[in-house]
């Protein structure tokens, strides 16, 4: 087995390590990277008020990384009466040692519907919820909790820059060094990855084994024509190399 690892920044590298450490022979080819973008006065304005939110939660470590530089720019204060909840394990770890608060998350499957799931928000009606995530990203939660009639605001922290490939020279790549099973972790890395391969090359990437993080990302996957969808049980490396040593 050769594993192509798509998942970006030092995620993806560590989980490459870890197969190598394993004896699998594994690549890293992060399809996007993280940067930081500048606060904007809405931001700063979100920032200042932090202490009229109910909820902060943390859709992503990263989100908890790259807002921790603007306060050398506008500084603020993580509020105590506030509730912290992140949508993993991770995400909840970066968060608890920024705020120094104790951080709630679902003990599943890290995703927006375990978090919709937790008793904390089945009744959320006139409370206001601040999403600390990446700009763009799914809105479920967003929907889900104004439907609930929750006021959600959404303090946007970094962006997810496409990396540019020659899509024929890295399938061929991959082809040639004996890749049969992809770790795809984001709807949009699987979009990219799939629109990335040329269709001549689409016989080859959809016999792939394709190990995914979610039911959602499951179904896409066997939408676009994928046969063998395994799915890890969460989105964290631990998991992931779980799956992949079976």
Not at 5 to 31: D, N, T, Y
Not at 75 to 88: E, L, M, R
Not at 117 to 142: H, S
Not at 151 to 156: D, I, T
């Amino acid at each position: 087995m050769t594993v192509l690892v798509v998942r970006p920044g030092a995620q993806g590298a560590e989980l490459v390590f870890q197969l190598q450490q394993q004896g699998i022979a594994a690549m890293h080819c992060p399809l996007i990277s993280y940067e930081p973008i500048a606060s904007s006065p809405s931001t700063r304005m979100v920032l200042q008020d932090l202490s009229s939110y109910s909820i902060i939660m943390a859709l992503s470590p990263r989100a908890v990384e790259f807002i921790q530089p603007w306060r050398a720019v506008e500084p603020f204060h993580w509020p105590t009466q506030v509730a912290y909840y992140a949508i993993g394990a991770a995400s909840a770890q970066a968060l608890e040692q920024c705020c120094g608060q104790p951080v709630g998350y679902p003990l599943g499957r890290s995703s927006s519907e375990s978090v919709l799931a937790l008793p904390r928000f089945l009744r959320v009606a006139g409370e206001r919820i601040l999403l600390l995530r990446g700009q763009g990203g799914r809105r479920r939660l967003v929907t889900s909790l104004t439907q609930r009639g929750a006021s959600v605001s959404l303090c946007e922290c970094y962006q997810r820059v496409p990396i540019a490939y020659n899509g024929l020279e890295q399938s061929d790549l991959w082809q040639q060094a004996g890749v049969n099973c992809l770790v795809v972790t984001s709807g949009e890395l699987l979009q990219r990855l799939y629109t990335l391969v040329p269709k001549t090359a689409h016989r080859w990437l959809l016999h792939c084994s394709l190990l995914v993080v979610s039911p959602r990302l499951a179904r896409l996957a066997t939408r676009l024509g994928w046969t063998s969808v395994v799915m890890a049980d969460n989105a964290d490396n631990a998991a992931l190399l779980r799956a992949l040593v079976r």
